[in-house]
């Protein structure tokens, strides 16, 4: 009798503690979408509230903290290439419903924002699906993939009934956090602009999303110089608004499939178009990139930018405003991204000799208002790429290897690995060259230039 007491007792502990257990977890992975968050500086989620679903950030070498420092000078490498973000930015941060804030970079005149309880109505978004086959879509105009914002295409959660209806902020405040520029067409702003305020009651979603998304606006997704510039844009927002997981992606346009798209489903933790969705969608933390046309890549044609790399180890030894380990850092997030160890940035290139990439420029279908077509930065590239190899194979002091770079047609992960493998890269200059975000410490490159096409030192 005392046995089966005791068997009894046992159980009934048991099913106590596991009802405690499914409890916390349902809670953990289940958050009030009502509770309010009650200072401008609380997160919008907690550390149980991520789901097993976010890819972690990898380990990389060139890793700096990316906190803000207050005495970054505005026009320093960390201000154009790091955290140059303001965390004064303005806020609306709304009692009882939801909040959002922007965080403002003088050196690169433009913002990261991020907000909570967002809903977007993809119905009031007009634009293309997107992610198509483009064989599907040849000749589609370009003006019907990006995005035209109804009223009301986003809206936020507000309990002050006197500002249902109204804009959630002012042209004073887009002028402040994002000027214009040369930028026609300025999706960002054309968003925020769209977001209206709503009652709690009309806040009804088809889908909530609760783990942070980063929503990304892209104009030329075909282009690697440009994708890489989108990349680094969403890579720095995520680390400004201190996301401890890799956040969901939402691309807010209607391109077609492209294929750097891997990369991008490699880099987040998942890959989504805005019109996949089929009714109103909300985000309990969005954070908004800024255009790839506002990066300090970018910008690096046009305007000189005073910055040199340096090693992460030697700047945690002695701090340097003119030089900096990000884009080293960003390299390394696309190599571990695709599954590559991150230390090949500093094994020596193999005994069996020395690797010469020459990347070329290939005829390729890159969207649907391509001809195939690309423009030649090198008349007599054949011929340039002929002579390299008669050199090398004539070079007897050391075993080198001409590898002929046609990437038009070749997955990421094998150009990654090419690059990776170069002691030398030899290009016209181009959107090619980009690659060498990537490539390791020691690699040169000769980048070939002609007068229309010099691009104001980039590369270097």
Not at 44 to 64: E, G, T, V
Not at 78 to 104: D, H, I, M, S
Not at 116 to 127: T, V
Request: contains cysteine; charged residues 20%; aromatic residues 12%.
């Amino acid at each position: 009798m005392k046995t089966c007491r005791a068997r009894v007792k046992k159980i009934v502990v048991a099913l106590f503690a596991f009802n405690s257990i499914s409890l916390y977890l349902f809670f953990s992975f289940h958050p009030d979408h009502r509770s309010p968050f009650n200072t401008p500086t609380a997160l919008p989620y907690s550390q149980s509230h991520l789901s097993l679903s976010l890819k972690p950030w990898p380990i990389l070498p060139s890793y700096l903290p990316w906190s803000h420092n207050p005495h970054t000078k505005f026009n320093s490498c960390e201000a154009f290439f790091g955290n140059g973000f303001t965390k004064e930015g303005e806020q609306v941060l709304l009692g009882g419903g939801g909040w959002f804030r922007c965080y403002y970079s003088d050196a690169l005149k433009t913002s990261v924002c991020e907000g909570g309880r967002i809903r977007m109505i993809p119905d009031k978004i007009d634009m293309s699906h997107g992610g198509e086959k483009l064989e599907s879509v040849i000749g589609r105009n370009e003006s019907e993939e990006l995005p035209n914002f109804q009223d009301g295409a986003f809206q936020i959660e507000v309990a002050d009934r006197s500002k249902i209806g109204k804009q959630m902020v002012d042209e004073e405040f887009l002028d402040k956090f994002f000027e214009k520029g040369e930028i026609l067409r300025h999706t960002v702003r054309e968003l925020i602009r769209s977001t209206r305020f709503v009652d709690a009651d009309e806040f009804v979603c088809s889908k909530w999303i609760e783990e942070p998304a980063i929503l990304v606006t892209r104009f030329e997704y075909a282009n690697l110089f440009h994708t890489v510039t989108e990349w680094y844009s969403a890579y720095v927002a995520s680390r400004v608004t201190g996301l401890p997981n890799r956040p969901h992606l939402v691309f807010v346009d209607g391109h077609c499939e492209a294929p750097l798209q891997e990369t991008w489903a490699a880099l987040f933790s998942s890959l989504t178009y805005a019109k996949n969705f089929t009714g109103p969608v909300c985000f309990r933390h969005a954070i908004l990139a800024p255009l790839g046309y506002e990066t300090a890549l970018f910008k690096g044609i046009t305007q000189t930018i005073d910055c040199y790399g340096a090693s992460a180890h030697d700047l945690l030894k002695i701090p340097n405003d003119n030089k900096t380990a990000r884009l080293s850092e960003f390299g390394e997030m696309i190599i571990a991204a695709l599954g590559f160890p991150v230390d090949r940035h500093h094994i020596p290139k193999p005994n069996s000799g020395h690797n010469i990439l020459f990347v070329r420029r290939e005829d390729y279908m890159a969207h649907p208002r391509h001809a195939g077509k690309v423009e030649s930065r090198l008349s007599n590239e054949q011929e340039v790429f002929d002579s390299i190899n008669i050199w090398a194979s004539n070079h007897s002091k050391c075993r080198l290897n001409v590898v002929n770079g046609l990437f038009a047609h070749m997955p990421m992960k094998e150009q990654v690995r090419a690059i990776q493998d170069a002691s030398v890269i030899v290009g016209a200059h181009g959107a090619g060259l980009t690659h060498i975000v990537y490539a390791t410490p020691n690699t040169v490159i000769l980048e070939i230039s002609n007068n229309d096409y010099r691009g104001g030192g980039i590369f270097s």
